[in-house]
T-cell receptor
Framework: DSGVTQTPKHLITATGQRVTLRCSPR?????VYWYQQSLDQGLQFLIH???????AKGNILERFSAQQFPDLHSELNLSSLELGDSALYFC????????????FGEGSWLTVV | GQQVMQIPQYQHVQEGEDFTTYCNSS?????IQWYKQRPGGHPVFLIQ?????EVKKQKRLTFQFGEAKKNSSLHITATQTTDVGTYFC????????????FGSGTQLTVLP
């Protein structure tokens, strides 16, 4: 158990819909990262927040947005969903924000039908 | 942009055989990290290498960081079925130490 909690674990939704994935980082960690992993694909970096502020953006679609709240939990919002958005979405956390070791949650499986 | 490449993409070995995966970056890395993802699981941190030419061992696993800090390798001696999974290397994106770029991963299958 990494200490990073993600909900929901599984989600099935229709095209065009909007979903919110939630992440609680490890106790004491200020950084939250979101990654997308499609079938047989690697880990694609989406976005990084540190203590409530956006610090880095990867290949995140405009239909996707994220935020980190004062209690340090984070939410990833995916809207106007397409079939190709079906993937495993991982949240990870770390203590600081300088490319150090990150700890992954168990992921949220999103299936768009 | 910076790329981190890993080879091979897939590797099947007989239990007891050795296994090596290689990681190459298009730019110099300040550090390189290795993660393991078991089937159906999430990536788990294995190790971090920082110094040029560094070699670290964890039981049957040996990790190396190249002299130029642009490549790395993970070698497993005498594989076991518990070694099954995908091994990823990751390094900070140049110009943004806040973002880890992951390699494409090597999926290891160990046949009993």
């Amino acid at each position: 158990d990494s200490g990073v909690t993600q909900t929901p674990k599984h989600l099935i939704t229709a095209t065009g819909q909007r979903v919110t994935l939630r992440c609680s980082p490890r106790s004491g960690d200020l950084s939250v990262y979101w990654y997308q992993q499609s079938l047989d694909q690697g880990l694609q970096f989406l976005i990084h927040y540190y203590n409530g502020e956006e610090r880095a953006k990867g290949n995140i679609l405009e239909r996707f947005s994220a935020q980190q709240f004062p209690d340090l939990h984070s939410e990833l919002n995916l809207s106007s969903l397409e079939l190709g958005d079906s993937a495993l979405y991982f949240c990870a956390s770390s203590v600081i924000d300088q490319g150090n070791t990150i700890y992954f949650g168990e992921g949220s499986w999103l299936t768009v039908v | 942009g910076q790329q981190v490449m890993q080879i091979p993409q897939y590797q099947h070995v007989q239990e007891g055989e050795d296994f090596t995966t290689y990681c190459n970056s298009s730019t110099t890395l300040s550090n390189i990290q290795w993660y393991k993802q078991r089937p159906g699981g999430h990536p788990v941190f294995l190790i971090q290498l920082v110094k040029s030419g560094e070699v670290k061992k964890q039981k049957r696993l040996t990790f190396q960081f190249g002299e130029a800090k642009k490549n790395s390798s993970l070698h497993i001696t005498a594989t076991q079925t518990t070694d099954v999974g995908t091994y990823f290397c990751a390094g900070p994106v140049s110009g943004s130490a806040r973002q880890l770029t992951f390699g494409s991963g090597t999926q290891l299958t160990v046949l009993p």
